[in-house]
C-alpha cells in the first residue's frame, strides 16, 4: 500500500493465515508486467464489475483510474452490460470483449482470439487471461468475506439493470 494509505480489508482478512497470504500475495499482478498500466486496469475494472465486486473495484477505480488516463465516462462503462465501443480504442474493444468472453463462457472463440492477437503478444495475451482469472477469484474471496468498500471508495454504478 502506498504510504499514507491503511492496509486494505481484504489484505488485512487474508493475512490472518500466512499461507494463505503468501499464495495470495505470489499470485498477484500489479508489478511491472507486459500489459502497460491502462491495458491492465481496463481488465481488471471489467472482472471486477461483471463479477459484481464492488469492492475491488472501486478500489481500482479510485487508487489506478487516474494513471490509468482512464475517464468517468470509461470507468462507468466497464460496469455496463454491455461496453459503449465508441469509448475505446480498437485494442481496448478487444481486451473488454475478451474479459466477457472469459467471465461468460470460460474460452474465447477463434475470432475473439484473432481479435485479441491483432494487438496483443503471446506473453499479453497470457497476463489478460491470467488478470481475468486471479480477479474473478478475488471478486469470489470479497463475497464470501462480505467485504463492505473501503472509506471513500466509489462502489459500481447503476447500470439501469
Request: charged share 25%; with cysteine; aromatic share 6%.
Amino acid at each position: 500500500m502506498p504510504p499514507d494509505v491503511p492496509p486494505l480489508a481484504l489484505f488485512r482478512s487474508i493475512a490472518t493465515s500466512e499461507r494463505a497470504w503468501t499464495k495470495f500475495a505470489a499470485g498477484s499482478l500489479l508489478d511491472k508486467g507486459p500489459l502497460p498500466l491502462r491495458e491492465r486496469e481496463i481488465v481488471i475494472d471489467r472482472t471486477t464489475a461483471r463479477c459484481g465486486c464492488s469492492y475491488e473495484w472501486g478500489i481500482h477505480a479510485t487508487l489506478f483510474g487516474a494513471r490509468a488516463e482512464l475517464s468517468a465516462a470509461q470507468l462507468r462503462d466497464t460496469a455496463a452490460p454491455a461496453i459503449d465501443r465508441s469509448l475505446w480504442s480498437d485494442a481496448e474493444v478487444a481486451l473488454l470483449e475478451t474479459t466477457d468472453a472469459l467471465i461468460d463462457r470460460k474460452r474465447l472463440d477463434d475470432e475473439e482470439f484473432e481479435h485479441l492477437r491483432a494487438h496483443c503478444s503471446d506473453d499479453q495475451i497470457l497476463e489478460v487471461i491470467q488478470l481475468v482469472a486471479f480477479y474473478h477469484g478475488v471478486s469470489l474471496i470479497c463475497g464470501a468475506l462480505a467485504l463492505a468498500p473501503e472509506q471513500g471508495m466509489p462502489i459500481l454504478p447503476s447500470t439501469g439493470a
